[in-house]
């Protein structure tokens, strides 16, 4: 039989990647995996990562505060509270926050596939450890998702 989640305030499964802030609200347990849900904090004046696409879920993200530039293709939007962005598969995109203040936006994704994406993450990052572009790319690919290589710095390669 189904169970209720309750995820309380500040719960969750939390996580600092970089300049992110990552809280697991739904990792798809609950789901049957087919929905997970996060809380994503970006720093002021952070990147994302490198434009790209996915092939078996779709992404959303819902703007709580602050400003997310997303960019797709050759496109930016701008987006602040309220707005939201549905990414299906195989469309390229990044985000970013350009702002002054931290962004906050309640990301999905369907089916929950790539929630592991940002576990494994945690897992390579150390307080240490360089990031390089390359190793996130690596890491992504475990999840059906490449990079755009025809826009952002990957086309200039």
Do not use: C, K
């Amino acid at each position: 039989m189904a169970q209720l989640s309750i995820v309380e305030p500040g719960g969750g499964e939390v996580m600092e990647l970089g300049g992110s802030r990552l809280r697991i609200l739904e990792d798809g347990s609950t789901t049957d995996h087919r929905l997970g849900v996060l809380e994503i904090t970006l720093a002021p004046h952070s990147e994302g990562p490198p434009q790209h696409r996915h092939s078996l879920h779709d992404e959303g993200f819902y703007i709580v505060s602050g400003t997310v530039r997303f960019t797709v293709g050759e496109l930016q939007h701008d987006l602040t509270p309220g707005g939201m962005a549905m990414v299906p598969p195989g469309v390229p995109h990044t985000f970013s926050n350009p702002g002054d203040v931290p962004a906050v936006i309640l990301s999905t994704v369907s089916p929950d596939l790539y929630v592991q994406y940002f576990r494994d993450l945690r897992e390579w990052i150390t307080p240490d450890g360089p990031w390089t572009r390359e190793r996130q790319i690596e890491i992504m690919s475990r999840y059906a998702t490449v990079p755009s290589t025809e826009h952002g710095p990957e086309a200039a390669q």
